[in-house]
């Protein structure tokens, strides 16, 4: 399963780096390697921290996007705008968009996990209460800053608001990519114990996990993870619920030593594949998250009825 | 083996829970030795599971302290201490979809953290023929009866190989015949492997048949501590349960009559 995975997203890489490539090599493959390195890279992050938001929260249905980390990056931007003005924003640069989105949003994720986390008996429901309230407020704030802008500085706005691979700094992808990978392997080294995980608090603590040290790491590996990714190309957590759940369908198994790998190919495969329809299909004429979240929808929905048919 | 306290046993000593003003177990100490079948009876509300799951360390004290084998166990290492002793809580809800080979293979992480070898393999069998789940073990457990649930949780508990096992209330879902066969079973493990096994039992025929040891709970203090012959007595239920009740002896087992 991992290797056909694996073989389908190579060979969509292939293809998107070679497709109607005319002349221009040297040109063309640095411009589209970046591309797919940034897909790659935010694929492998989105999918690795929603499959562990899930297991943490007992729910397959959450992604780690319910805690408001998208509107959190709507906001700072808008706000951003609103109080500098867009040449603010142009003057600070793609580096310093990315620096101050980057620790707004870590420091407050953060701040929000430690701070309701800390006490013995606390769940990480409270978390999840308090991140939905403060992700309405936040995108209420934004909707009426975005209001009171002039039509200029909105439009330069909106081009930050939807998530795009086009204009991805080298310099923050090397970055992005090291972080990313770090805090994968992390996950990864605790696969058997995030499987306990999923027998809930109790079983696992009488089966010697510590729960409350465990959910801590992992809330900060996730907060991390959708940050970094979130800061690099914009609002993406949207394709996590799709590929978690592909993954455990097509893994057959809880086991995080399967579903980890197997929803990070999966995310790689659907980002890649959905930009060439993007690219070569629709000339660009739409959004990515359209594609991927109606495409991939009616994939996950024929397999869900498939297996509903089978039983 | 750890232990600075000699003998082998469970203790407590001013066990203190507290929600706000609410008092459920006050100031109780008690010592268990090991090696005993030992039920624990109370009417609802007595707090029966809050002891089971205190001295489990799954709910932290208002106060007091309980030691596993002269181990404090709020400061025991937790991968430590989940290889001397065992729960299995009441409600068992499982968010995951998984066989009941899989969930008893569960049992041996405190031991093979998730490295599964011959010995847990062996262990995960050892376990699933003592109760009877071997024709199951490939089944799924939401496919399975609540009894058979039950003794798959118990075949996990059991796979931990834990000196002691606690058991919420195990007779829970189980007909006449599976309960008494529990009950057995529960005796073959202290008798053939020298476990402590401490239940909570809602039954109080159940804990006076079957125990070498039974503990009486009222608002959370013991009432009286002791073999069956000197705590099911009239008296003793009297002040437990708040009812008059008629103790019938029968083929050497005292056993109470509560429809009288």
Known sequence: MLAALALVAVGLIAAYLTIGVQGGWDFVLPFRGRRVGAMVVVGAAVAAATVAFQTLTSNRILTPSIMGFDALFQAIATVTVFAFGQAAMLRLGTIGNFAISLAVMLGASLALFWSLLGGARRSLHLVLLVGVVLGTMLRSLTLMLQRLLDPDAFLVLQGRLFASFSGVNPTLLWVSAAVVCGAVTVLFALRRRLDVMTLGRETATALGVGYRATTLLVVTLVAILISTATALVGPITFFGLLVANLAYHLARTHRHAWTLPIAALLAVVVLVGGQIILEHGFGQRTLLSVIVEFLGGIVFLTLLIAEGRRR | ?260
């Open chain 2, 1 to 260: 083996m750890s232990g600075m306290s000699g003998a082998a046993c469970i203790e407590t000593r001013e066990l203190l829970k507290r929600y706000g003003q609410t008092v459920v177990i006050d100031g109780l100490s008690l010592r268990i030795p090991a090696g005993q079948v030992v039920s624990i009876i109370g009417a609802n509300g007595a707090g029966k599971s809050t002891l089971l799951t205190m001295i489990a360390r799954l709910l932290p004290a208002s106060g007091g302290t309980v030691w596993i084998d002269g181990a404090d166990v709020s400061s025991a290492k937790p991968d430590a201490l989940a290889r001397r002793l065992g729960i299995l809580r009441q409600d068992n809800h499982l968010a995951v979809r998984l066989t009941v080979r899989e969930l008893v293979t569960f049992g041996r992480y405190p031991h093979s953290k998730g490295r599964t070898t011959a010995e847990d393999v062996a262990a995960v069998d050892d376990a699933l023929r003592f109760l009877d789940l071997e024709p199951l073990a490939g089944r799924y457990l939401d496919e399975l009866s609540g009894g058979q649930r039950q003794r798959a949780f118990v075949a996990m508990v059991l796979a931990q190989d834990t000196e002691y096992i606690l058991l919420d209330e195990p007779l829970n879902n189980l007909d006449l015949a599976r309960a008494s066969s529990m009950m057995g079973l529960i005796r073959r493990l202290a008798r053939e492997r020298g476990k402590t096994v401490i239940s909570v039992l809602h039954d109080v025929n159940f804990a006076s048949a079957w125990s070498d040891s039974i503990i009486a709970l009222r608002a959370g203090r013991v009432v009286a501590q002791g073999p069956p012959a000197s705590v099911i007595t009239a008296e003793v239920l009297r002040e437990v349960y708040g009812t008059e009740v008629a103790i019938v002896e029968s083929g050497g087992q005292r056993l109470v009559d509560y429809f009288t």
